[in-house]
């Protein structure tokens, strides 16, 4: 049966329960941590940590990380993965409920948002605020999601995702929020092949991790560095870089 937790997604465990099945695309993790790497500063807010998966490694380049996550089952995997981690402070909320003075005064030069935006009805709302808190000189909001609004299938609206991206969307909203965007690019097509067939043959509302062995043991291996090399002209995912768009007087 088809579920639409776009309203709903931090009151459920099944977000939780996602991640933890994702946690095994280990190869995968390490794809998009190593296309983040090297725009990761050393005062660093992580915007929806989920349950902790890429918040060691991000602690690991920076000297400060705060992580916010709002839906609670998430949550308790991330304290008893982070807690005592001396760099890491972790925070059960949204962001907007977060004092807005207190973070920018903590002159955060990265915001990571990992597979969060497409959550966020208001994205570009999401994106302003993120504007206000990394520094204006310097500072570097990093976005990763969803692409190719064709591929939206009952898995995406399970996931609570409002949409999927193109680099034109995902400009746009940039954009509008005053950021101006540095690094745009699609990554994993193959990926985005298998989203197709989940969304529109399978009609899945569920990662297996029958699919993601079969993802990390085969494709993984050779399609992901070779992606990191080569930019491809579309993929199941979109990367981009924005700063705060500075007016000159």
């Known amino acids: 049966m088809n579920v639409d937790h776009r309203f709903t997604q931090t009151q459920h465990q099944y977000a939780a329960d996602d991640l933890e099945t994702m946690r095994e695309a280990r190869r995968y993790q390490d794809h998009v941590f190593e296309l983040l790497r090297p725009h990761i500063g050393t005062s660093v807010l992580e915007v929806g940590c989920g349950i902790g998966t890429s918040s060691l490694r991000f602690a690991d380049i920076a000297e400060r990380l705060v992580c916010i996550e709002p839906n609670l089952n998430c949550a308790s995997r991330a304290h008893a993965a982070l807690d005592g981690h001396p760099k890491i402070s972790l925070r059960t909320c949204h962001l907007e409920e977060c004092d807005r003075e207190e973070l920018v005064q903590q002159r955060f030069d990265t915001i990571i948002c990992v597979n969060v935006l497409e959550h966020i009805e208001d994205d570009v709302r999401a994106l302003r605020l993120f504007r206000e808190l990394v520094a204006p000189t310097g500072g570097h909001v990093l976005i990763f999601v969803p692409a190719v609004q064709a591929a939206y299938g009952p898995l995406d609206a399970a996931l609570g995702h409002h949409r999927r991206y193109a680099k034109r969307t995902l400009r746009a909203a940039f954009n509008a929020a005053g950021l101006e965007t540095t690094t745009l690019r699609y990554t994993n097509p193959i990926g985005l092949l298998g989203w197709m067939y989940n969304a529109h043959i399978s009609r ?36 981009a870089v924005g700063r705060a768009r500075v007016h000159v007087a």
Request: proline share 11%; glycine share 6%; hydrophobic share 45%.
């Open 204 to 239: 899945t509302t569920e990662h297996t991790s029958g699919q993601v062995k079969l993802f990390e043991q085969f494709v993984a291996p050779w399609a992901l560095p070779l992606d990191r090399m080569v930019a491809p002209p579309l993929g199941l995912s979109l990367f």
